[in-house]
């Protein structure tokens, strides 16, 4: 072997390539904590009717987001019948209860 094989053989990457694998990392870590959070499409609470066979989009969270865009299109917003709907938990429900005047728990109906 040459000195220079030897050389070469031993190259370091250069800024370029360590500042590309960087911005492949961070970005790869961002991809996969939005993914985890995201919403499925369509799944919004308004539709826009965007008409001329376009059809709807759902992906409206409020009436006025909705609004915005069907006015420059000049249609119409409705509620989504696919939208994805909290499901109520147990502790939505918890019985509220008070203390009365003898130390007793008493139900609030």
């Not at 790869?28 to 001329?52: E, K, R």
């Not at 009436?63 to 249609?75: E, H, I, K, S, V």
């Not at 696919?82 to 728990?105: F, H, S």
Request: glycine share 8%.
């Amino acid at each position: 072997m040459t000195a220079t094989s030897r050389r070469s053989a031993r190259r370091r990457p250069g800024p370029r390539a360590v500042l590309a694998a960087a911005g492949l990392a961070a970005l790869l870590a961002v991809a996969a904590v939005d993914s985890a959070h995201a919403i499925p499409p369509q799944s919004a609470p308004w539709c826009a009717n965007m008409g001329g066979g376009w059809g709807f989009d759902c992906s409206y969270f409020t009436f006025d987001q909705c609004m915005a865009t069907a006015r420059g299109l000049g249609n119409s917003c409705s509620p989504n019948p696919n939208a994805l709907v909290p499901q109520r938990t147990k502790a939505n429900k918890r019985a509220r209860y008070y203390i009365d005047e003898w130390g007793r728990r008493v139900r609030i109906r």
